[in-house]
């Protein structure tokens, strides 16, 4: 009962923030309000028993996105400017779609309804089969790496797309200016949070790591990892400046990780072909069935951790290492 | 209690169609990516919403004693690699945004539109 409550205070909190976001002119408290929103949502999700997603989106959603969103508003500037026009159209449109969803809404399942036909098909056989066929204990992870390899094969293969479309976007530089502003030198006057940063980011990275090799006992793998290492990183170029956080993961370096990581993809799934299999079939890696599909997998979550790794701090060090016009 | 079951698929509604508003009636080009923010957030409450069972717990098995029931796990896969790729697509959508203020001076859509047709 008590959850229930929680659950509602929360969805009803993630509506009035969502309506905040979108009415305050000022971007950087909008941006504010949705690493807030994330944090909601994260919370909300956790509710519902999804673990791995909470822990996504907490680490992505609070952390990665809000770093990156005030990246760009340090290149573009804070304030939206004020529009004339009363926006009826889009009012109507947003209304009456709101009113068609929500009266569709009463065909469906009460959350939880375990006769669902969603709970129907597919899952009970992932939830019965996961602990023989592959030996773990958690289920999304199996499904994600094992079961349905190719759609998160895909998934990364999207991921290194966007980091190189960022890169390729910045690859031309702006016209020097007299005027321009110096590049950005972190915190290294601010004595505490440097130091207290400093103390957090080996624990940072152990929590990370802990997640890419514990995500099948436990919730976690490579998405959650890569995003939380990406953020450890991302704070000591935050409190040492651009300039040095770039001396220990260059471009070259981060671009050969978000590449390295898909190759390591393709290459467990081209191994099974070489050995006999079919693509992304873990059983002729090693003798032992169970043991060959958690080879395989623990292989494949590496590479996806390391893919996010390098195109969450590539994207990064794109938007921080930009120079400031006017 | 029963009407109260829906409240997840309402929030999930409403939460889509704030999202929507400030993709097509915000000018800001900021505005109108953290409005694809908010949109998105929507579509995963819905799925990890579909996937929540009565009593269950999060699809993590226990190997000694009974067997627990536990939610959906195939959706959480879904919307933990959508999430990813989410931002991914938000640091793309930023970085067209910087390069087009930098063209133009500015990220207001009716500016723009005006800058280009005076070109």
């Known amino acids: 009962m008590v959850t229930t409550v929680f659950g509602f205070v929360l969805l009803t909190l993630l509506v009035v923030t ?5 009415v305050t002119p000022n971007l950087f408290v909008a941006v504010m309000l949705i690493s807030i929103f994330s944090l ?3 919370a909300t999700f956790f509710l519902l028993d999804a673990a791995d997603v909470a822990l996504t989106e907490a680490a992505i959603g609070a952390g990665m996105s809000t770093i990156l969103f005030l990246g760009a508003l340090a290149l573009i500037g804070e304030h939206e400017a004020r529009r004339r026009r009363k926006p009826w159209l889009p009012l109507a449109v947003i209304g009456l779609t709101a009113f068609t969803l929500i009266y569709a809404t009463f065909e469906k399942p009460r959350l939880g309804d375990p006769s669902a036909p969603v709970h129907q098909h597919v899952a009970p056989w992932y939830l019965e089969q996961t602990p023989e066929l592959m030996g773990m204990s958690n289920v999304v992870t199996a499904v994600l790496a094992g079961f349905r390899a190719y759609d998160t094969l895909g998934e990364v293969l999207v991921i290194l797309t966007a980091g190189l479309g960022v890169l390729l976007l910045f690859a031309q530089r702006p016209a020097r200016q007299a005027g321009r502003v110096p590049a950005f030198i972190g915190l290294r006057h601010h004595l505490i949070p440097r130091v207290v940063g400093q103390l957090l980011i080996p624990f940072i990275v152990l929590f990370g790591l802990y997640l890419q090799f514990h995500g099948e006992y436990s919730p976690g793998g490579g998405f959650q990892a ?18 040095a956080g770039r001396a220990i993961l260059p471009t070259r370096v981060l671009v050969g990780l978000m590449a390295g990581g898909a190759l390591l993809f393709c290459g467990v799934g081209i191994a099974g072909m070489l050995l006999g299999g079919s693509f992304l079939d873990y059983a002729p890696l090693a003798a032992d069935p169970v043991g ?7 292989l494949v ?3 996806v951790g390391i893919t996010v790794t390098g195109t ?3 994207a990064f060090h794109a938007f921080a290492d930009r120079e400031r016009l006017r | 209690m029963r009407v109260f079951g829906l409240y997840n698929y309402w929030v999930f509604a409403v939460l889509l169609m704030i999202g929507l508003y400030a993709i097509i009636a915000r000018g800001n080009l900021v505005k109108k990516l953290l409005g694809l923010s908010i949109f998105q957030s929507a579509v995963f409450l819905l799925y990890i919403s579909m996937a929540k069972v009565e009593g269950g717990t999060a699809p993590i098995l226990r190997y000694a004693g009974e067997p627990e029931l536990s939610s959906n796990p195939l959706p959480h896969v879904l919307i933990l690699t959508a999430i990813v790729v989410g931002i991914s697509t938000i640091a793309l959508g930023l970085a067209i945004v910087v390069r087009i203020r930098e063209e133009f001076g500015t990220i207001e859509e009716d500016e723009i539109q005006s800058k280009v047709r005076d070109q």
């Open chain 1, 18 to 22: 969502a309506v905040a976001i979108v």
């Open chain 1, 40 to 42: 909601l949502m994260a």
């Open chain 1, 226 to 243: 890569g995003a939380i290492i990406a953020v450890g990183i991302v704070l000591h170029a935050l409190l040492e400046g651009e300039p």
């Open chain 1, 292 to 298: 060959a599909q958690q080879l395989g997998i623990h």
């Open chain 1, 301 to 303: 979550e590496v590479g």
């Open chain 1, 312 to 314: 969450l701090v590539a």
